[in-house]
């Protein structure tokens, strides 16, 4: 499966940007809609951090805490792309932001088998 994401740019602060994740091809057995979506982020000289996720009918979704209330996470199915709406940006948003595909309900990096190439978002003071 490979997921490619885009979308990122320059942004002042308060801002708004929508990131989207478009998905293709398949492992044997799998669709889309297998997977259950993460978008992570990675400052510079900082860990990979979880962003917010989606289960696979949209039903359930996992924020971390910084991004509840300005960030919105969403997934289409039939278009095969997760998109991940992000208002109020900060500058402290600023960072590489990375989908991921895993076959579990999780928030670990580590347990996602697929990642994007990445998008930067950078947020101006």
């Known amino acids: 499966v490979q997921l490619q994401a885009f979308g990122g740019g320059l942004v002042q602060a308060g801002g708004s940007l929508k990131l989207s994740c478009a998905a293709s091809?398949?492992?044997?057995?799998?669709?889309?809609?297998?997977?259950?979506m993460g978008w992570f982020r990675q400052a510079p000289g900082k860990e990979r951090e979880f962003v917010a996720a989606?289960?696979?009918?949209?039903?359930?979704?996992n924020y971390v805490d910084s991004v509840k209330g300005r960030f919105t996470i969403s997934r289409d199915n039939a278009r095969n792309t997760v998109f991940l709406q992000m208002n109020s940006l900060k500058p402290e948003d600023t960072a590489v932001y990375y989908c991921?595909?895993?076959?579990?309900?999780?928030?670990?990096?580590?347990?996602?088998?697929?990642w994007g190439q990445g998008t930067q978002v950078t947020v101006s003071s």
């Open positions: 989606i289960t696979r009918d949209g039903n359930t979704i």
């Open positions: 091809g398949r492992a044997s057995g799998d669709t889309f809609n297998t997977y259950y």
């Open positions: 991921a595909a895993s076959r579990s309900v999780t928030s670990t990096a580590s347990n996602y088998v697929y």
